[in-house]
């Protein structure tokens, strides 16, 4: 563990010490077994804590409103794509539509109509570590979509 850990462990087991000793004042009553039970809840609670600040981080920076698909918001927006691209996986809107279907719905964007494998840019969803933007693919069979999927690129 590095030492910052550490130093955060620390400041954070102080504050909680002093509530964990205003919680329990009338409870403990033998000093010598008051400071034992106060230093073990203090070790236990001050790294869960800490887990919780960091699990409450990571939600915060993965975090993305999820939107209705909008023929409007997905032409204009183009950074933002991610957020509707759930609701294009998940309602199978795209399953069987020709490619000419597929072009009036969400554009050309450098596809071929020749491709059986089509790409649309989806911009950057949020992530810890999010370094690479999104792609929907779609692949076709027959002329029609078979198959919709989202990645990294």
């Known amino acids: 563990m590095q030492y910052q850990a550490v130093i955060l462990l620390l400041i954070l ?3 909680i010490y002093f509530l964990w000793r205003r919680i329990l004042r009338s409870k403990l009553k033998n000093p010598k077994y008051k400071s034992l039970v106060l230093g073990l ?4 609670s001050a790294p869960l804590v ?13 975090y993305h409103p999820k939107h209705q698909f909008d023929k409007e918001v997905w032409t204009n927006d183009v950074e933002k794509r991610f957020q509707l691209s759930d609701n294009i996986i998940d309602s199978e809107m795209l399953i069987n ?7 009036d719905l969400l554009g050309q964007e450098n596809n071929e109509m020749d ?3 089509w790409s649309y840019y989806l911009g950057f969803k949020p992530g810890l570590l ?3 933007p999104d792609i929907l693919e779609l692949t076709f069979e027959n002329g ?7 990645y990294k690129s």
Do not use: C, H, M
Request: proline share 2%.
């Open 13 to 15: 087991a102080i504050p």
């Open 41 to 44: 809840l203090t070790l236990v």
């Open 50 to 62: 800490y887990l919780g600040f960091i699990i409450s981080f990571i939600w915060f920076v993965s």
């Open 97 to 103: 539509k020709t490619k000419e279907e597929v072009i």
């Open 115 to 117: 491709n059986d494998s």
């Open 130 to 132: 999010s370094i690479d």
């Open 144 to 150: 029609k979509v078979v198959d919709v999927r989202q």
